[in-house]
């Protein structure tokens, strides 16, 4: 009479885990030791890891050319998970309520002005914005910058609010910045009355970069305007404009409306070089 034979328990599942990864890969099973799926979403390990916490995994960055270990590659401020496109600095969500930051960039530089001149840094400022956030001048440094001093009550400086946002978004992606920084609202009394009235200026003309309160009392008006005042270079009149180039150093200002051309130039000149 033959007699079954059973093979003992523990040796059999002994046997079974001994397999090489390599066996495994080959012999067709769903057992690979690094496909597993330890939080259940139906996505293997493998391919769910997000090393660096910035809501984009590990192999996803790998195949966009970002760093799985930074969760701001480009370090434009953005997380990589929240950017436009986490390769490029100066491409972050436009028309979004935060504005890119390389303040990081600029203390590494060393950028520190103290005088107001032509071909010297720009000291800088902190400042509020239409959305009740804030943002320091220096966090746009590596950018050029056009600060735009405007009144609500002044025609020529609302015939160059409607020029505005068209320039801004035809040089953003190369590194520029505006700032319109309002002196005034419609009182003529050279104090901004409220936050509202920023929120206006801005949705009045579309403009989606920083509008600043630069009324009496603030560092706009106190440091910056009285600043190039003192110096010569501000005389008086809105709109009054000064151009920086991408170390934060002032290029050129103008005065009144119709300097678009110019501006332009100015900006293919810099921010191709």
């Given at each position: 009479m033959r007699q079954r034979i059973l093979l003992p328990a523990l040796p059999f599942m002994l046997l079974l885990t001994s397999c090489s990864t390599a066996e495994e890969e080959n012999s067709g099973d769903l057992?690979?030791?690094?496909?597993?799926?330890?939080?259940?979403?139906?996505?293997?390990?493998?391919?769910?890891?997000?090393?660096?916490?910035?809501?984009?995994?590990?192999e996803a960055e790998t195949e966009a050319g970002t760093d799985p270990l930074n969760p701001d590659s480009d370090g434009d401020g953005f997380s990589d998970g929240d950017d436009t496109d986490p390769s490029a600095p100066f491409v972050w969500p436009f028309g979004g309520e935060?504005?890119?930051?390389?303040?990081?960039?600029?203390?590494?530089?060393?950028?520190?002005?103290?005088?107001?001149?032509?071909?010297?840094?720009?000291?800088?400022?902190?400042?509020?914005?239409?959305?009740?956030g804030g943002f320091e001048l220096y966090q746009f440094y590596g950018m050029a910058v056009l600060l735009d001093f405007s009144a609500g009550w002044c025609g020529p400086c609302q015939s160059a609010a409607e020029e505005a946002e068209a320039l801004w978004t035809d040089y953003r992606e190369d590194g520029f910045m505006i700032i319109?920084?309002?002196?005034?609202?419609?009182?003529?009394?050279?104090?901004?009355?409220?936050?509202?009235?920023?929120?206006?200026?801005a949705?009045?003309?579309?403009?989606?970069?920083?509008?600043?309160?630069?009324?009496?009392?603030t560092e706009w008006s106190d440091e910056t305007y009285n600043g190039l005042a003192a110096s010569g270079l501000a005389e008086g009149y809105i709109p009054y404009m000064v151009l920086l180039d991408t170390e934060l150093r002032i290029v050129e200002t103008y005065v009144g409306f119709g300097h678009d051309s110019a501006i332009r130039a100015k900006l293919d000149e810099m921010l191709t070089q």
């Open positions: 057992t690979l030791p690094d496909m597993t799926d330890s939080d259940g979403d139906g996505t293997p390990d493998a391919s769910d890891d997000d090393d660096d916490n910035d809501g984009l995994t590990d935060a504005w890119p930051d390389f303040s990081d960039e600029a203390e590494a530089a060393g950028v520190n002005g103290s005088t107001y001149a032509i071909g010297a840094t720009i000291p800088n400022i902190t400042s509020g914005d239409q959305y009740g319109h920084a309002m002196t005034d609202d419609f009182s003529q009394t050279g104090i901004v009355e409220d936050e509202e009235f920023l929120t206006g200026w949705n009045n003309f579309d403009l989606t970069f920083p509008v600043a309160d630069a009324g009496s009392g």
